[in-house]
C-alpha cells in the first residue's frame, strides 16, 4: 500500500486523523521531508508536553519544520504565531557585542510575555499559541527552555527571560514553546527539563519553502486531541492495545537494567512514555504513524524510549562500563531510533 493511500485512510471519518495527513502533506510539498514518521513524531511531542527543541545540522529543514506546523496547528494568525530568532548572530565580533545581546535578550522576553498574555485571556483558551525562537544558543536554552520546564512543575512561572516577577503566574496550557539548535548532539539534559520538553534530533534537508498554510477551522481542535493525564492516557492505551503484549514490558527490563547499574529514574518516566504512546492514536483509535495497532506501537514506543527513557542515561553511558552494550541486547534489534542513539555513546 503507498504512503499517499495509507494517508486518505487515516483521515476518513477522524478530525485528528485528517490533521496529521494534512500536516504530512505539506511538509512533502514544501520539500522538507519525504518521511512522515519524524514530523508525526513532532506532532505528537507537542499533544504531550509544551516544550520541544529540534536539533540537528544548519540548513537541515529544522527552521522551515518548526515554523510549518507552527503555523498549520495555530491557524497562521499572526496573534497566535510568534517567530523569534535566537542567538542573535548579527553581534559577534562588534564592540558592543555585551549590550546587543542583552538587548536582543529582552526582546525576546518582551516578546514572550506578550503571547503569553494572549493564550491567558478567557476568551483565548481554546485558541493554540505557539512561540517558535530559532537558533537557539545554549545560553537561551537554559533561560527560556530548561528554567521554564523547571518551574512548570508547579504549573506556575515567576520568570521569563531576564524579567523576574513578584508573584507567580499560570502557565497556560494552551501556549507551546518551539525552539531549533544547530549542533550534531544535544548534551544539556537533566530530568527537570526532560519532564516538560522533549529533544528531537532532526536530519532532514534543507526545504523549498518554509511557509505551510494553516489547518483552517481546526486550530482550537488541537488541545482536544491531546491526552495529558497520567489516567486517561493509561485507560486510552490499554484500550486500543487490549489483548497484545504489555506494551510497557520492554520499558520495565530496561529499568530493572539501569537500576543494576545503580542508576536512578524520575518517579514520572513511566507516566511520561505512556503519555507519549497514549497521543500515538486518535480518540478513535487510530494509529498516528500507521493504522496497524502493532506497527504504530512499536514506532512510538521506540521513539519514547529514544527521548524520553534514554536521554536520562546519558551522562552515566560513557561512564558505566559495558551499559551501552548490555541495553543494546534488551533492545534486541527491534528499535532502530533507540539503537542510533546509543551509538554516539560507543
Known amino acids: 500500500m503507498s504512503a499517499r493511500i ?5 483521515a476518513q471519518a477522524d478530525r485528528e486523523a485528517e490533521l496529521a495527513a494534512h500536516l504530512i502533506t505539506r511538509v512533502r510539498e514544501c520539500g522538507i521531508s519525504e518521511d512522515h514518521i519524524p514530523v508525526i513524531n513532532l506532532y505528537i511531542a507537542l499533544k504531550s508536553k509544551p516544550l520541544v527543541i529540534l536539533v540537528g545540522p544548519a540548513e537541515s529543514g529544522k527552521q522551515a519544520l518548526v515554523q510549518g506546523i507552527s503555523q498549520i496547528l495555530s491557524g497562521g494568525g499572526y496573534d497566535q504565531y510568534q517567530d523569534l530568532t535566537g542567538h542573535p548572530w548579527w553581534a559577534n565580533y562588534k564592540e558592543s557585542q555585551a549590550a546587543l ?3 536582543h535578550t529582552r526582546l525576546l522576553t518582551e516578546k514572550l510575555f506578550a503571547i ?4 491567558m485571556l478567557p476568551g483565548n483558551r481554546s485558541q493554540i499559541f505557539m512561540a517558535c525562537l530559532i537558533h537557539l544558543s545554549p545560553a537561551e536554552l537554559l533561560t527560556f527552555f530548561r528554567e521554564v520546564a ?4 508547579s504549573g506556575q512561572i515567576m520568570r521569563l527571560g531576564d524579567v523576574h516577577l513578584s508573584a507567580p503566574i499560570p502557565y497556560p496550557s ?3 514553546l518551539i525552539g531549533t539548535m544547530d549542533v550534531a ?3 544539556w539534559w537533566d530530568d527537570d527539563f526532560l519532564a516538560k520538553a522533549t529533544v528531537i534530533h532532526w536530519s532532514g534537508s534543507k526545504a523549498s519553502s518554509p511557509v505551510l498554510n494553516g489547518f483552517h477551522s481546526g486550530e482550537s481542535e488541537f488541545l482536544r486531541f491531546r491526552t495529558c493525564n497520567r489516567q486517561a492516557a493509561y485507560q486510552k492505551l490499554f484500550a486500543i492495545i487490549r489483548g497484545q503484549k504489555n506494551p510497557v514490558e520492554i520499558i520495565f ?6 537500576r543494576q547499574s545503580d542508576i536512578s529514574l524520575p518517579v ?3 507516566d511520561e512514555i505512556v503519555i507519549y504512546l497514549a497521543n500515538a492514536w486518535t480518540a478513535n483509535g487510530k494509529g498516528l504513524f500507521d493504522l496497524s495497532v502493532t506497527t504504530n506501537l512499536e514506532i512510538a514506543r521506540d521513539l519514547a524510549i529514544t527521548q524520553i527513557l534514554l536521554p536520562r542515561t546519558s551522562d552515566r553511558l560513557n561512564k558505566t562500563a559495558g551499559l551501552t552494550q548490555q541495553l543494546r541486547m534488551v533492545l534486541g534489534g527491534e528499535f532502530p531510533f533507540s539503537t542510533a542513539f546509543l551509538k554516539d555513546f560507543e
Open 6 to 10: 495509507r494517508i486518505t485512510e487515516l
Open 150 to 153: 523547571f518551574q512548570l512543575q
Open 174 to 176: 494552551n501556549l507551546f
Open 253 to 258: 527490563q530496561i529499568v530493572n537494567l539501569l
Open 116 to 119: 503569553l498574555e494572549e493564550a
Open 101 to 103: 545581546t542583552e538587548l
Open 268 to 270: 514520572s518516566i513511566m
Open 185 to 187: 548532539k544535544f548534551r
